[in-house]
């Protein structure tokens, strides 16, 4: 027996998540460039990266352009730790982003410094650059954080209510679960749902029809699935068998294989 090819593409319950939309991220790139053109001004007023010899005019043209190209990489950190570790905090983000960008940055900080003219920073300088780097790429992200809009949960949409019209033919007791899956016995069917099964005299084409709307389908002539119910999918001797979450076992023809496997169901 062959061993099926991954299970689910996908859960069938996605997860509320974190997410920017086109106007949250055009936002955000406003407010942090606006933000680092204000830090670098301030740097260039301190005179960091050993720049307090130098007159006050050519500390700001300095510091405010690489202030402002460093933290457009600074959010492409940011973006990165996001993908690479999706599970943490929007300020763990951030320091892994600062983490991510600061010897770059210090590289190309240490280079633009000793093109201004009589400038005389040698590779003996670097690591110093690399280390004032360290401690800016992680405030500044850290900072970032602190005056962005926090992206909007979003999530998925839920499904669809149930008809009234099939609810009103299940037993008191299933009417406010989810339904599952519709199995056919005989002349009645079986509604597997996640407060317990029951029979009801109902063709299969009628309760189909009053499933419209549901993120469900047949996969058998004698099942209809819905897809928050499946748990497994698995194949063998050329035939799909969804198990799903209570333990069933609803075999996939051949008919309807192919429109699952269109939608990323086995």
Known sequence: MRQ?????????????????TAADFRRVVVITVGLAAAV?????????FGLTDYPL???????????????????????????????????????LGGLLI?????????????????ADIGPSA???YIGTSLVVSVAMSLLSVAV?????????????????RFLERLPVRLRGAEIWAVEAEDHYLRVHTSAGHDLIL????????????????QVHRSWWVARAAIADARRGDGRATLTLKDGSEAPVSRTYAAELRRRGWI
């Open 4 to 20: 099926m090819t991954p299970p689910l593409r996908r859960s069938p319950a996605a997860p509320i998540h974190e997410a920017w």
């Open 40 to 48: 670098g001004a301030f740097l260039g007023f301190a005179g960091a």
């Open 57 to 95: 005019g050519i500390r700001f043209s300095f510091m405010v352009p690489v202030a402002v190209l460093t933290s457009i990489i600074g959010l492409g950190g940011f973006l990165l730790a996001r993908q690479l570790a999706p599970g943490l905090s929007r300020w763990l983000h951030a320091v």
């Open 102 to 118: 600061f010897a770059p940055i210090g590289v190309i900080v240490w280079f633009a410094a000793g093109l201004i003219p009589g």
């Open 202 to 217: 109902l063709r299969m084409a009628d309760a189909i029809a009053e499933l419209e709307g549901q993120e469900g389908m």
């Open 148 to 164: 962005n809009p926090v992206p909007q949960d979003r999530a998925q949409p839920g499904p669809a209510p149930v008809p009234s």
């Open 126 to 128: 670097l690591p110093g």
